[in-house]
């Protein structure tokens, strides 16, 4: 089955303790890219990546790393994560930047305190 | 970035049809999409719009003026299960740094009444 898989789902930590919001996609898609949802805000990008080895900066990148080593895996890191960083996750994968649709993983719910 | 603009709350009563608006300003405009989200879920693929026009696709259909800065999202013969956010997302540049960009509004969300 064509998806995105993000791990976990679900967490809750301190702050300034290291985090890695790992996703997957299973469709040989060039394009990956992670976004938060806020309340009113909506989706807003973070990082995304054309190819392996290619990754750019969104809207709101501080506080974010991302690498792109394999073309399936787009990992997320807060090096050292910040209450307002709480926030739902989402990661995204297209064919390529271009006028295809994005297939959005689960969503991960983060909770910094 | 890229400024979109879609009301953020509206009912309808579930046979009925509801016309969803979305203007926004960007530079280079290169493509509009439409996304449903239900609460808790991720948001699912509706429609693509990269020419002036009616795309249609069973109950849902989407209108883009390029003009106009304009897209509609229209759902026909509302059914409960419609009731979810539906986004609108804009390809372009944004009008502050150039850089190439998919935006999304805050998105709609809609309420289906029996």
């Known amino acids: 089955e064509a998806q995105v898989t993000q791990n976990p789902r679900y967490l809750i930590t301190v702050t300034g303790k290291k985090l890695t919001v790992t996703c997957s996609q299973n469709m040989n898609h060039e394009y990956m890219s992670w976004y938060r949802q806020d309340p009113g805000l909506g989706l807003r990008q973070i990082y995304y990546s054309m190819n392996v080895e290619v990754t750019d900066k969104g809207d709101v990148p501080e506080g974010y790393k991302v690498s792109r080593k394999e073309k399936r895996n787009f990992p997320l890191i807060l090096e050292s994560p910040s209450p307002n960083q709480t926030s739902l996750y989402f990661c995204?994968?297209?064919?390529?930047?271009?006028?295809?649709?994005?297939?959005f993983g689960p969503g991960t719910r983060l909770t910094v305190t | 970035g890229q400024n979109i603009d879609q009301p953020t709350e509206m009912t309808a009563t579930e046979g009925a049809i509801v016309q969803i608006n979305c203007t926004y300003q960007t530079s280079g405009f290169n493509g509009l999409f439409w996304y449903q989200q239900h609460a808790g879920e991720a948001p699912t693929f509706l429609s693509y719009?990269?020419?002036?026009g009616l795309e249609e696709k069973g109950r849902f259909s989407s209108f883009l003026s390029r003009s106009k800065g304009y897209s509609y999202l229209l759902l026909k013969e509302l059914q409960m299960k419609d009731s979810a956010s539906y986004l609108c997302a804009v390809r372009g540049r944004a009008l502050d740094t150039g850089r190439r960009a998919l935006t999304f509004g805050s998105g709609t969300r809609l309420q289906v009444q029996p």
């Open positions: 719009n990269v020419l002036d």
């Open positions: 995204a994968s297209s064919l390529n930047d271009g006028v295809y649709e994005q297939y």
